[in-house]
C-alpha cells in the first residue's frame, strides 16, 4: 500500500508487458479471450499502463489490442510499434478507442545493433527516431520512445538522441537492459546520468525495462527507479523474452515490504497479485517455479520443525510480510519429514482430531516414517493415517512384517509375520497375484469363513509416491464389515485393510460370545 505522504514525484508508475513481452516468449501464445481476461485483471489490479500487443504483428494482436483498448476502464492502453510509418499508424489505430491509448514506439541504438541488425548509421537512428516520435505524436498525446539495447548504447549518442525525441514530443522514455547485461549499481548510475545531461530531461517520465539473463531484472528495475526512472515496465511472474522481465509481483512487493529503502508508491491492489499469477500461468500454460518469490506455491510454506514452531509462536519469525497482503489466506505448514511435533500437534488441531499423548506420539512416528517414503504429506494422509491409529487401539490382530515376491515368474509368495492377541506367528503362502497371495498368508494364520465381498484401490493422493487406500469388506454370517487403510506400499495397505475388517469381525464375535478367542 501507498505511504500516507504520497507526492506525484515518488509515484511509480507500473507498466505491465505481460501482454506483449510476456505473450511474445516462446510458448506463451494466449487467445482473443484468455488476452481480455488478463487485461481486465491487471486493470483491476491497478496497473498504470498496460502494453496489449504488437498490432502490427499480426491480425490477431491488432483485434485483441483494439478490444483491450475498447474496453479498459482505467488502465492507458499502450501498443508497441517499429519506427515505420505503417507500424505507428496501425498502432495508434489499435488504441484510439482506449479511454488513454499509447503508441509505444522504439529503435535500436547501441553501436552492435544500429550496424549489425539495423543497418543504420548513429545519425539516420536520429532522423528515423524523430520522425517517427512526430508522426506517432500527430496521432495521439502520450508516446513512449524505447532505446532497444539501451544499456549496451554510447552514453554520448543516447543522451543526444534522447534529448531529440523528447523534443519531438515522447512523453516517455524508456532505457531498456534488452539483454539483461546490467548490474545495479551500473544500471542506477546509467540512467542517472541520462536524466542529468538531458537538458530538456524534466520534460518526459523516464521508464526502465530489465531483462532477466543474469536474474537481477528486478534488482536492476529497483536500482533504475533509485536512479530517477517513475516508471517500471514489467510482467506477471516475470515472463517475457528468454529468461523473462523483471516480475511484477516481486517490484511491487519489495517497495512495498522495504519503504525504508524504497521510498515509493504505486496502485497495485496487492491482495489481487496471487489470482494475477494464477491467471496469467492459466492463460499461458507456463507453470510457476515453487520457489518463485511472492506467488511461488512454497513462497509461504514452512517445512523444517525449526521453522514450523518459530511460525507458531510468531509469523514474523520467518515471514517478512503477510500471506493476505498478497491474497493467500494463510502461511501453510508443511508436514514432511523435517517437520517437528509443535506442528504435527497443530494440524491435529485444526483437522479436529482431540488424541491422548501416547496416541499422538504413534501418530507422530508414523508420519514421520511416511514422510521419509513420500515427499509431502497431505490432510487426507493423516486422516487415513489417524483412521488406522484409532482403529488400530482395539485391534487384536496386527501385521508386524510383510514380504511379497511378486513379477512375471509367478507363482507370486507373501511371507507374513501378524501379532494375534500379542503372540507372533509367521506363515507363507502362494497366490493367484500378490494380493492372493497375501490374503492367502492371513486366512492360513487366521482361518475364517469371511467371504472377500468387496476389494478396491485408489490412490489418496496424486503422483507415483501417493499412498494407496484400499478398502476391504468381508461378510461372514450375513453380516459384513469394511475396514480401509493407507500405505505407499499397496500391498501393506491390503493386508492392513483385509486385517481390519477381519478385526471387526472377530471383536464383533466377541461381544456376541465373550469367551471364544479370535481364531
Ligand atoms: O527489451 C526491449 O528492449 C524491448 C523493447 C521493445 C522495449 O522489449
Ligand atoms: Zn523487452
Not at 533509485?226 to 516508471?231: L, S, T
Request: one cysteine or more; proline letters at 3%.
Amino acid at each position: 500500500m501507498a505511504p500516507v505522504n504520497k507526492s506525484e514525484k515518488d509515484r511509480v508508475i507500473i507498466f505491465d508487458t505481460t501482454l506483449r513481452d510476456g505473450e511474445q516468449c516462446p510458448g506463451a501464445t494466449m487467445s482473443f479471450e484468455e488476452k481480455l481476461e488478463v487485461a481486465e485483471m491487471l486493470d483491476d489490479l491497478g496497473v498504470d499502463v498496460i502494453e496489449a500487443g504488437f498490432p502490427i504483428a499480426s491480425e490477431g494482436d491488432f483485434q485483441a489490442v483494439s478490444e483491450i483498448a475498447r474496453r479498459s476502464k482505467n488502465a492507458v492502453i499502450a501498443g508497441l510499434s517499429r519506427g515505420q510509418p505503417n507500424d505507428i499508424d496501425r498502432c495508434a489505430e489499435a488504441v484510439k478507442f482506449a479511454k488513454r491509448g499509447r503508441v509505444h514506439t522504439f529503435i535500436a541504438t547501441s553501436p552492435l545493433h544500429m550496424r549489425v541488425k539495423l543497418g543504420m548509421s548513429p545519425e539516420q537512428v536520429i532522423e528515423a527516431s524523430i520522425a517517427s516520435v512526430t508522426r506517432a505524436r500527430n496521432l495521439i498525446d502520450d508516446v513512449e520512445w524505447s532505446a532497444e539495447d539501451g544499456t549496451r548504447s554510447e552514453m554520448d549518442f543516447l543522451c543526444r538522441i534522447v534529448e531529440t525525441v523528447i523534443k519531438a514530443g515522447a512523453t516517455t522514455v524508456n532505457i531498456p537492459d534488452t539483454v539483461g547485461y546490467a548490474v545495479p549499481e551500473e544500471y542506477a548510475q546509467f540512467i542517472r546520468t541520462v536524466i542529468e545531461r538531458v537538458p530538456n530531461s524534466d520534460k518526459a517520465v523516464f521508464s526502465v525495462h530489465c531483462h532477466n539473463d543474469l536474474g537481477m531484472a528486478v534488482a536492476n528495475s529497483l536500482a533504475g527507479i533509485g536512479g530517477g526512472a517513475r516508471q517500471v515496465e514489467c510482467t506477471v511472474n516475470g515472463i517475457g523474452e528468454r529468461a523473462g522481465n523483471a516480475a511484477l509481483e516481486e517490484i511491487v512487493m519489495a517497495i512495498n515490504v522495504r519503504k525504508d529503502k524504497y521510498p515509493y508508491w504505486n496502485k497495485i491492489d496487492t491482495t489481487m497479485l496471487t489470482r494475477a499469477s494464477k491467471l496469467v500461468s492459466a492463460a499461458t500454460s507456463f507453470p510457476v517455479q515453487y520457489n518463485k518469490a511472492i506467488v511461488g506455491r512454497n513462497a509461504f510454506a514452512h517445512e523444517s520443525g525449526i521453522h514450523q514452531d518459530g511460525m507458531l509462536k510468531d509469523a514474523s519469525t520467518y515471514e517478512i510480510m503477510r500471506p493476505e497482503m498478497v491474497g493467500l489466506k494463510q502461511s501453510s505448514l508443511v508436514l514432511g519429514k523435517h517437520s517437528g511435533r509443535h506442528a504435527f500437534v497443530h494440524k491435529l488441531e485444526e483437522m479436529g482430531y482431540k488424541l491422548g499423548a501416547n496416541q499422538v506420539e504413534d501418530a507422530f512416528v508414523r508420519m514421520k516414517a511416511l514422510a521419509d517414503r513420500k515427499k509431502e504429506i497431505y490432510d487426507e494422509d493423516i486422516e487415513a493415517l489417524l483412521d488406522e491409529e484409532i482403529a488400530a487401539a482395539y485391534d487384536r490382530i496386527k501385521l508386524s512384517s510383510l514380504t511379497v515376491i511378486a513379477g512375471t515368474h509367478g507363482p507370486q509368495r507373501a511371507t507374513m509375520k501378524l501379532d494375534i492377541d500379542g503372540q507372533t506367528r509367521i506363515e507363507e503362502a502362494e497366490g493367484n497375484g500378490p494380493v492372493d497371495a497375501v490374503f492367502n498368508c492371513i486366512k492360513a494364520l487366521v482361518p475364517h469363513q469371511a467371504k472377500l465381498e468387496l476389494y478396491q484401490v485408489h490412490a489418496v493422493t496424486e503422483g507415483t509416491d501417493a499412498q494407496a487406500e484400499v478398502s476391504v469388506r468381508l461378510s461372514q454370517d450375513g453380516r459384513s464389515m469394511t475396514a480401509r487403510a493407507a500405505d505407499p506400499d499397496t500391498l501393506v495397505a491390503s493386508a492392513k485393510a483385509y486385517l481390519g475388517a477381519l478385526n471387526k469381525i472377530v471383536m464383533k464375535k466377541q461381544r456376541d460370545m465373550p469367551t471364544q478367542a479370535a481364531s
